[in-house]
């Protein structure tokens, strides 16, 4: 390894105020350099050797062994320098526990090896020749100088400053900076709180925006598979008819390519799908409780409240109604998740106690109460006077009994009668004809 040394003051500091003197500089292989040293003098390092002669005093005579001298020595020595070569470190996007502290951990396995590698020859400097140091601050925000990086490096962006020195000459150091690069992930957020999809409605959009000044890119999966953008336009927004669970993932359009991705948890709903068959009458019982409960096992898959006779309600979240007078009713199953309210028609068979048939128009007619034509429209309805004598076979389809026999009125009593419901079952009871006079 060669080095221009400044030989500009070697041959004053060795001749000093001498004067009649000659110099000669000599190569270690006593090869003749010159009367002086070239300046700069390219050398390796070597001593070489000097010899300062003095001229004779006396003209003309000539001493048998030479002139008077003296030789000395001159030593070059070139340290190694040592090289840095770059180390690229490939940005990372924010992760940890914390994705938004602005850390990330970098695998530093290779960056020593590449700084003292040179990428052309594949050779690498010997760390027995140099030392090494890394400056940089730790996770805690202190600086720190060591041989070595932590790795794995948890860090923020930052640059660091690697030194590496020829220790038997500390002038001879080289510089290098090595840049680690954190990009900030996603920041986006719920559009909507929507966590429940009618199955028996259209389709619904869920969304997300972003939560800071950033574009990103969006895309959907459902249940693990990948879901398509259904709305022309745009990707942060999807139309969905079902529920499951939706993941959707930001990415950044700065080119960091930095993700976040959001869970967002659908439920299923649906109006009540209700059948005469998940209705249970009670009536005619002997504590006149007539009840009506509704059986919810093939309901659907809705969280249910239930009314009688008023789509209003009040609704309750019991399944059962109680005291429940005679005749025909409409129960109004409604999804508490607003998928819609379902109804069915109930019959409650009874009958009133009395009537009046005075032409006020009420009570003027006694019926059996609870019989439609798609409620048990041939049953038998059968009127006895109070000595068992038949006095009317009653059409239960009809408005009632008018309190006529062969077109008179009967008189003020009680009446009994039998009724034979197409169901099978059969009841008997009385009630009171009631007259002003």
């Known amino acids: 390894m ?3 040394f400044d030989t500009s003051s070697v041959q004053s500091t060795l001749v000093g105020t001498q004067t009649n003197v000659t110099t000669y500089y000599y190569l270690p292989d006593g090869t003749l350099i010159g009367n002086e040293l070239p300046n700069p003098f390219l050398s ?3 001593t070489i050797d000097i010899k300062i002669e003095l001229a004779s005093a006396l003209g003309g005579v000539n001493n048998p062994d030479g002139l008077c001298y003296d030789t000395t020595t001159l030593e070059f020595v070139v340290n190694d320098s040592p090289e840095a070569y770059p180390v690229t470190v490939a940005p990372q996007c924010d992760d940890g526990a914390d ?3 602005g850390f990330s951990e970098f695998d530093t396995s290779t960056v020593l090896s590449t700084l003292l590698t040179n990428p052309s020859t594949g050779v690498t400097q010997s760390l027995d020749k140099y030392t090494v140091s890394f400056s940089y601050k730790d996770d805690k925000g202190v600086s720190q100088t060591a041989a070595t990086l932590p790795n794995p490096f948890n860090t923020k962006t930052q640059t660091v400053t690697v030194t590496v020195t020829n220790p038997l000459n500390t002038d001879c150091v080289v510089t290098k900076e090595i840049k680690f690069v954190v ?11 929507t966590s429940i999809v009618c199955l028996n409605l259209d389709p619904i959009p869920i969304g997300v925006k972003s939560s800071d000044s950033r574009t990103y890119s969006y895309t959907w999966t459902r249940n693990g598979t990948a879901f398509p953008t259904n709305i022309a336009g745009i990707d942060s927004s999807i139309l969905i008819g079902l529920g499951g669970e939706y993941e959707v993932t930001a990415k950044t359009t700065d080119g960091t390519n930095c993700t976040r991705s959001l869970k967002i948890t659908i439920n299923e709903s649906k109006i009540a799908t209700v059948l005469r068959k998940d209705i249970v009458v009670k009536d005619l019982t002997e504590d006149n409780n007539n009840t009506i409960t509704v059986l919810t096992e093939t309901l659907g898959i809705g969280d249910y409240e239930y009314a009688i006779d008023d789509i209003t309600g009040p609704y309750q979240d019991e399944t059962v109604f109680e005291k429940v007078r005679p005749g ?3 129960i109004y199953i409604r999804d508490k998740n607003d998928c819609g ?3 069915i028609d109930v019959s409650v068979i009874g009958f009133k106690k009395f009537f009046t048939p005075n032409g006020d128009g009420y009570h003027d007619k ?5 019989i439609r034509t798609d409620f048990q429209p041939n049953t038998k309805v059968y009127i006895f006077d109070r000595y068992g004598k038949l006095i009317k076979e009653l059409d239960p389809l009809t408005d009632g009994w008018d309190g006529n026999y062969n077109g008179k009125p ?6 009994w009668f039998r009724v034979n419901l197409e169901d099978g079952r059969e009841f008997k009871s009385h009630f009171s004809l009631v007259r002003a006079w």
Not at 183 to 193: G, T
Not at 410 to 415: L, N, R, T, V
């Open 2 to 4: 060669l080095f221009p």
């Open 44 to 46: 390796p390092s070597q």
């Open 99 to 101: 994705d938004t502290d």
């Open 183 to 193: 990009n900030p992930l996603p920041l986006f957020e719920r559009a909507d709180n």
């Open 328 to 330: 025909i009713h409409t």
């Open 341 to 343: 309210i379902a109804k």
């Open 366 to 370: 006694w019926k059996i109460l609870g």
């Open 410 to 415: 009967m008189p003020a009593s009680d009446y």
